[in-house]
């Protein structure tokens, strides 16, 4: 590969993980066709791009980019696929799932929300992380709650309070 080429590829690495705030280095080597095939499609459908790279032109991508990318470093041998994505648990959740059929893809390092997680065994932890979407959703759902706790007393409290007037007033003197 010309040395052009290979800029070519550093650059658009660098465009795809810029505008994703997420992305997974798996291992997805030795699937066969009809495999790969389907995690491809497993991928689409869940909006995550899956793209196979060489791990030096990645590196070389992670430098260019803002942000220390160090301790993915350690991780970029053998065979290497990026999975770019926008929620940060979708990856995680595609490759516990795939993984009930296939042995691949293995988690090699995951950099989410500003985080960086190492090894297979961080998986679990991913896939239990809540979107920032989630997270909203949830502090909204907490936000109410107590509005509707006061609502509601106050509805339930008109009906006995109607009832102690009605019974007060239909009582012989």
Do not use: W
Not at 9 to 16: A, H, K
């Amino acid at each position: 590969m010309r040395k052009e080429e290979k800029n070519t590829i550093i650059e658009d690495l660098v465009e795809q993980i810029s505008a994703n705030k997420h992305f997974y280095v798996a291992d997805i080597a030795n699937l066969n066709a009809a495999t790969t095939s389907k995690l491809r499609r497993k991928c689409f459908e869940n909006k995550i791009k899956l793209v196979v790279v060489k791990n030096t032109l990645l590196k070389k991508a992670l430098e260019k980019i803002e942000g220390d990318y160090s301790e993915i470093y350690g991780v970029l041998n053998n065979s290497s696929s990026l999975l770019l994505c926008e929620t940060g648990n979708a990856p995680a959740k595609l490759i516990k799932e795939f993984r009930k059929e296939c042995e691949k893809p293995i988690l090699k390092a995951a950099y989410v929300e500003g985080s960086v997680y190492l090894g297979d065994n961080q998986l679990n932890t991913l896939v239990s992380l809540k979107s920032r979407e989630e997270l909203i959703g949830d502090i909204i759902g907490l936000l109410q709650s107590p509005a509707k706790n006061v609502v509601s007393a106050l509805q339930s409290g008109k009906n006995t309070l109607a009832g102690v007037v009605k019974t007060l007033s239909e009582r012989p003197e």
